[in-house]
Structure formats: structure tokens, C-alpha cells
């Protein structure tokens, strides 16, 4: 009782002489997330992963799965239902002779949650005007968005802009757009006015499956999700990273079930029987996968768990190698 006593008059004279009480002040919350972008290194190229930020999809949206399985393989990997966070992400690759963009996020076109691409190139240390080469995995708006500024201008001055040949001749066809559902006819006003200040300048390129890029960037196949949907092989001093863009979206899902499949894909069986292949070939040779959908940064490996199943395994955070004089 003395001890009490002695406490709540030492409590009271504090109080007199204006003094602070012996508890800690509130600290306001910061509120804010890291930069997003994440550095690794293949051989002689630096691969900077772009955060442009997240959006939530439905898992209604995706097919062939029954409810229960798709219930029972979100809740086994934490992931958010109905609602499924989903990254979108590009990669920017410094070659040391070109420095190639592949994908520039969404801008604006999809709302607030995305956009974030050259904000993070600039925290990363690049400039948009720095870019000499974009290449697009497919002209769907959340991968190309980010080509021009809200007034239409290009955010890249200095590139070329690389695309499939197919999904050229399909996205920015107007007689293709004719015939598509009314829904769908917005998406390919969204690629042709994103892709004619490119157009306008003589800086809108395509190329055909296989092509080389620039050296060490090779466009691969990957068609099912859109008609020229490509992925691309990067490789440095026998280092490789496959570039495999919207093969997955639903990373708790596909991985375990490849024969899953979205709404978004144009060709339903032809995106399942890409993703099949895919994941069979980088389980194999154990090379590093990157994908727009995946979990920020979206870099890791496929791991085969037999009967045609996978597993997603991503990288670890760590250093990058201290540079030679």
C-alpha cells in the first residue's frame, strides 16, 4: 500500500511540472509498402523484376475444376476465396548491350491497383527513356497498358516495340474486332489506339515464333491464351530464364492442376496443352521460370510431383555478385 501510494504522488507531481508520463508516445504507421522490384543476376545479365501491382480475380473465372477441388487447393495454399490475389509483373533485362523491357503493365487502363511499373523501373535505377527494346508477351491491356502516358504519348521514345505476328494480325485487326462478341470489342480498341503512336513512328515491329530478338532473347510459342501469346528464352553463360507470361494465373491452382484453365484464355485447350508442355520441359531442365501472374517477383522453379502435376518453388531473396573491376 506505502509502494501505491508513493507511485500515484510520484504520478502527480509529474503531472504539475508538466512532464511526459513514463509510457512510450504512439508512433503513427508508416503505411507504405518497398519499392517493387527485386534484382538477380543470369550469367552476364541483369534481370530486374517490376512490380506494376495486384488485382483480384474470381475464381469463378477459372474452368475445368469443380468447386470443392478448387476450394480444397486455394485453402492449401492460404490464397484468398472467391477472390484471388493476383500479381502483375514485367522484367526489365540489361543485357549490357540492350536494355529490353518485357511487358509494361497495365498503367491505368484496369484502375488504382495497377500502374506501378515505371515508378519501380525508376526505383530500380532506370529510366523509361533508357529502354531500347520492349518486346510484349500479348496485347491484352494489362501487358501493353503502360506503353503510352495518359495522354497517349509513348513512355518509351527511344524503342522499338516487338510482337508476335499473330497476335498482331488478330488484336489489331479490325475485321477480327467486328466479329468478336460486343463485350470483347473494347479490348481490341484498347490495342489498336495503345499500339498507333508505335505504329505512327515506325517503331512497331513483329516477329515469327523462334525469332532472336536481340542476342540472348529468343521468342518462344506459347499460343492458347491468345493467338500469338509468346514466351521468351533468356540465356546468359549457359544460365537460363524462361519468360513464360500468362501461362498461369492462378499460381495455387494451375501448378497442382495444369488442366485449369481461365476465361481469359482465347483458346481453351491450346493454353492447357501450353502450360502442360511448358512445365514439363522447365521441370526437366531445372531453369529458372519467370511469369507476369506469379507471386512478386514471380522468379522461381517448376518442380514435377508426378502424374502430371507441379509445384511452384520460388527464389530465394539473396545477394547479387560483387561486380569485377
Do not use: C
Not at 135 to 152: K, P
Not at 208 to 216: A, C, F, I, R, Y
Amino acid at each position: 500500500m506505502h509502494k501505491l501510494f508513493r507511485h500515484l504522488l510520484l504520478l502527480g507531481a509529474a503531472a504539475l511540472l508538466g512532464l511526459a508520463p513514463l509510457a512510450q508516445a504512439e508512433v503513427p504507421r508508416v503505411a507504405t509498402q518497398v519499392p517493387g522490384y527485386y534484382r538477380a543476376q543470369l550469367g552476364q545479365f541483369e534481370i530486374t523484376a517490376l512490380y506494376d501491382g495486384a488485382i483480384e480475380l474470381d475464381a469463378k473465372l477459372l474452368r475445368h475444376a469443380k468447386a470443392a477441388d478448387l476450394n480444397r487447393l486455394l485453402a492449401r495454399m492460404f490464397v484468398g476465396n472467391p477472390k484471388m490475389q493476383t500479381a502483375v509483373n514485367a522484367y526489365l533485362i540489361n543485357t549490357g548491350s540492350h536494355l529490353v523491357l518485357v511487358d509494361t503493365g497495365a498503367a491505368k487502363l484496369f484502375g488504382p491497383s495497377l500502374g506501378y511499373v515505371l515508378q519501380n523501373m525508376r526505383a530500380a535505377g532506370y529510366e523509361p527513356g533508357q529502354v531500347d527494346t520492349v518486346v510484349i508477351t500479348h496485347l491484352h491491356g494489362d501487358h501493353m497498358g503502360g506503353l503510352n502516358d495518359e495522354g497517349g504519348r509513348p513512355v518509351f521514345p527511344k524503342a522499338k516495340v516487338l510482337v508476335s505476328l499473330a497476335d498482331n494480325d488478330f488484336w489489331l485487326s479490325q475485321k477480327v474486332a467486328d466479329q468478336a462478341p460486343a463485350e470483347k470489342q473494347p479490348y481490341f480498341k484498347m490495342a489498336r489506339d495503345t499500339a498507333a503512336p508505335y505504329l505512327a513512328d515506325g517503331k512497331w515491329q513483329t516477329f515469327s515464333d523462334g525469332s532472336v530478338l536481340v542476342p540472348g532473347i529468343v521468342a518462344v510459342a506459347a499460343n492458347g491464351h491468345t493467338p500469338g501469346h509468346t514466351a521468351y528464352a533468356v540465356e546468359s553463360e549457359g544460365q537460363k530464364l524462361l519468360i513464360w507470361g500468362d501461362v498461369v494465373h492462378a499460381h495455387a491452382v494451375q501448378f497442382a492442376r495444369p488442366g485449369v484453365s481461365i476465361e481469359f484464355d482465347i483458346d481453351q485447350k491450346q493454353a492447357i496443352a501450353t502450360r502442360y508442355r511448358l512445365m514439363k520441359e522447365m521441370a526437366a531442365s531445372k531453369s529458372l521460370v519467370a511469369g507476369m501472374h506469379l507471386p512478386f517477383p514471380g522468379i522461381g522453379h517448376v518442380r514435377a510431383e508426378g502424374k502430371g502435376r507441379y509445384s511452384w518453388v520460388p527464389i530465394e531473396f539473396g545477394p547479387l555478385p560483387k561486380k569485377m573491376n
